[in-house]
């Protein structure tokens, strides 16, 4: 990834590491998004939120986002998502306790940095882990 003039990362092709096999192009999901199954013209629609006030109250979602996480986390899953470290920066966290969903909890308006999740989501993916 390399950060553009306004700070904002990228993907880029390191031309001197490139030996012109195209895998990384061919493997890019931005470049190569999965296709989509044509949608219902009218698709059906669900609306949730939490039971308890007081997750209500520390949450974007009206706490979905929690209750559908501590769903996963019961039946031994991984929870990914954006979370600020301690340089107040938002990066992307695995998390299997219900008592970390706070980190996660709350809409982050900003660039966030993806690191490695994305091949850690894959690796519990192989291991037949729920994400």
Not at 34 to 55: F, H, M, N, T
């Amino acid at each position: 990834m390399k950060a553009d003039e306004g700070g904002f990362l990228y993907p880029y092709i390191d031309i001197s590491l490139c030996d012109g096999c195209g895998n990384c192009v061919t493997c890019c999901p931005v470049l190569n998004p999965q296709v989509i199954p044509e949608r219902q013209k009218e698709p059906q629609v669900y609306a949730a939120w939490s039971l308890d006030e007081s997750i209500r109250k520390q949450s974007s979602s009206g706490g979905i986002f929690t209750e559908l996480s501590k769903a996963v986390l019961k039946r031994g899953g991984y929870i990914a998502g954006a979370k600020y470290n301690a340089e107040h920066l938002v990066e992307h966290a695995l998390i299997d306790k219900v008592k970390d969903l706070h980190l996660l909890r709350q809409s982050k308006y900003i660039q966030s940095e993806t690191k490695d999740i994305y091949k850690s989501v894959e690796t519990l993916l192989k291991k037949n882990k729920l994400v």
